[in-house]
């Protein structure tokens, strides 16, 4: 198999895959060879997941019932920290929206980077979940990174990347962001955490058996 053929169906597999949150090992079929030990790990607690899930839908919901289908308008939630990236027709529609998204339960804080511009086009969209892709990928490929520690969210060819992360771990996204094919700028919303809150973080090792 070629490169650029292995390298089409990790994007593939990664888009998929990586599009949910997973939390242990499993087996990926990827040309003909089983791929194990794919670790995706979520630095979050599992309340703050379950209450990103819902912060996500009614921030979603309110937004839809107060300004309807002329925004264009994405919510992302990582730790109860929200993201608001699309288009909208007036700068007081994008206050609207974030004042909006405030005051949904559970957030702590918003990250407005909705643009007063006319909704994106179908094929623009369709771009940039090719993009995504690619930088998830490319953080797979990236042996000194846990890739599923990051969110990624692309409006316009503009990354935004999210995450409990190091400050080593989000400088080295952020240069594999910017050097991925069709990306025009990255935005990183990074929760910065130290070496030692990482290492707690990270799985340990089952103690050895010492029985004979």
Known sequence: MTYPTRRLLTLLTVTAVMSGSLTACFPVLMGGAVMTGFVATDRRTSGAQLEDEGIELRAASRIQDNLGERVHVNVTSYNRRVLLTGEVPTAQDRQLVEQVA???ENV??????L???GNSTLSQRSSDTLVTGRVKAGFVDAKDLFANAYKVVTERGIVYLMGRVTQREADRATDIARSTSGVQKVVRVFEIIS???LRNTLPQPAPADTKK
């Open 115 to 117: 643009a007063v511009l």
């Open 102 to 104: 405030s005051r949904v």
């Open 195 to 197: 070496e030692d809150e």
């Open 108 to 113: 702590q804080s918003v990250v407005n980077e």
